[in-house]
C-alpha cells in the first residue's frame, strides 16, 4: 500500500493559457514545484490518481501558480479544481540533522520542559522568518509556539514528543 503525501489543494484555474492555483501545504515548496517535478492529482474517490509533471512555478499573492507539461489551455485543467496535489513516499528526499517533514510534527504532544503536557500539534503556519506550530491546547485553545531555538528544546519523532522552554506569556 503507498502512502502519500498532501503538498497543495487546487483551488481556482488562473488565466486560460492552463495555470493553476495552489494553496500549498508543503514543507519545501521551492522543491516541489521544480521544473521536471512529478506530482499526483487525487480528485474522485477510488480513481487513480493523475501523474503531472510541473512545468512552470510561481507565487502569486498567497498562492502557488503552476502550470504542468501538456495541459496548456483552461480546459484541460477546469476538472483539477478542488483536486488535492500529492507526492509518494518514495518522493522524500533525505533531511539534515534537525530537519524534519511536517507529517512528522503534526500530531505530536508538546510538554514543557517542566513535564506539563501544553497539548499537540494540529498544524503547521510558515508565516515568514519561522514556522509556528498551532498546539491545540487542554481545553480546545489554540496556541502558537514558534519552532526557534529559545523555544524548541527537543523533538522525539519516534516518542511523538517535543519538550518547550515557553517564553514568558507564550502559554496565557
Given at each position: 500500500?503507498?502512502?502519500?503525501?498532501?503538498?497543495?489543494?487546487?483551488?481556482?484555474?488562473?488565466?486560460?493559457?492552463?495555470?493553476?492555483?495552489?494553496?500549498?501545504?508543503?514543507?519545501?515548496?521551492?522543491?516541489?514545484?521544480?521544473?521536471?517535478?512529478?506530482?499526483?492529482?487525487f480528485?474522485?474517490?477510488?480513481?487513480?490518481?493523475?501523474?503531472?509533471?510541473?512545468?512552470?512555478?510561481?507565487?502569486?499573492?498567497?498562492?502557488?501558480?503552476?502550470?504542468?507539461?501538456?495541459?496548456t489551455?483552461?480546459?484541460?485543467?477546469?476538472?483539477?479544481?478542488?483536486?488535492?496535489?500529492?507526492?509518494?513516499?518514495?518522493?522524500?528526499?533525505?533531511?539534515?540533522?534537525?530537519?524534519?517533514?511536517?507529517?512528522?510534527?503534526?500530531?505530536?504532544?508538546?510538554k514543557?520542559?517542566?513535564?506539563?503536557?501544553?497539548?499537540?500539534?494540529?498544524?503547521?503556519l510558515?508565516?515568514?522568518a519561522?514556522?509556528?506550530?498551532?498546539?491545540?491546547?487542554?481545553?480546545?485553545?489554540?496556541?502558537?509556539?514558534?519552532?526557534?531555538?529559545?523555544v524548541?528544546?527537543?523533538?522525539?519523532?519516534?516518542?511523538?514528543?517535543?519538550?518547550?522552554?515557553?517564553l514568558?506569556?507564550?502559554?496565557?
Amino acid at each position: 500500500m503507498d502512502k502519500w503525501f498532501n503538498v497543495g489543494k487546487i483551488v481556482n484555474t488562473h488565466g486560460v493559457k492552463g495555470e493553476v492555483r495552489v494553496i500549498s501545504r508543503t514543507d519545501f515548496p521551492e522543491e516541489r514545484y521544480k521544473k521536471g517535478n512529478t506530482l499526483y492529482l487525487f480528485s474522485e474517490k477510488g480513481k487513480d490518481p493523475l501523474e503531472l509533471t510541473v512545468e512552470t512555478h510561481r507565487k502569486h499573492k498567497n498562492f502557488d501558480l503552476l502550470t504542468f507539461v501538456d495541459y496548456t489551455d483552461i480546459s484541460k485543467v477546469e476538472p483539477f479544481k478542488n483536486g488535492i496535489l500529492k507526492i509518494n513516499e518514495t518522493q522524500l528526499g533525505h533531511l539534515e540533522e534537525g530537519e524534519f517533514y511536517f507529517h512528522e510534527i503534526i500530531g505530536c504532544t508538546v510538554k514543557t520542559s517542566s513535564g506539563e503536557e501544553v497539548g499537540s500539534i494540529s498544524e503547521i503556519l510558515t508565516p515568514g522568518a519561522n514556522d509556528v506550530w498551532v498546539v491545540k491546547g487542554a481545553k480546545g485553545k489554540e496556541i502558537l509556539i514558534p519552532y526557534i531555538d529559545d523555544v524548541v528544546k527537543e523533538i522525539d519523532i519516534d516518542k511523538k514528543v517535543i519538550l518547550i522552554e515557553p517564553l514568558e506569556g507564550l502559554l496565557t
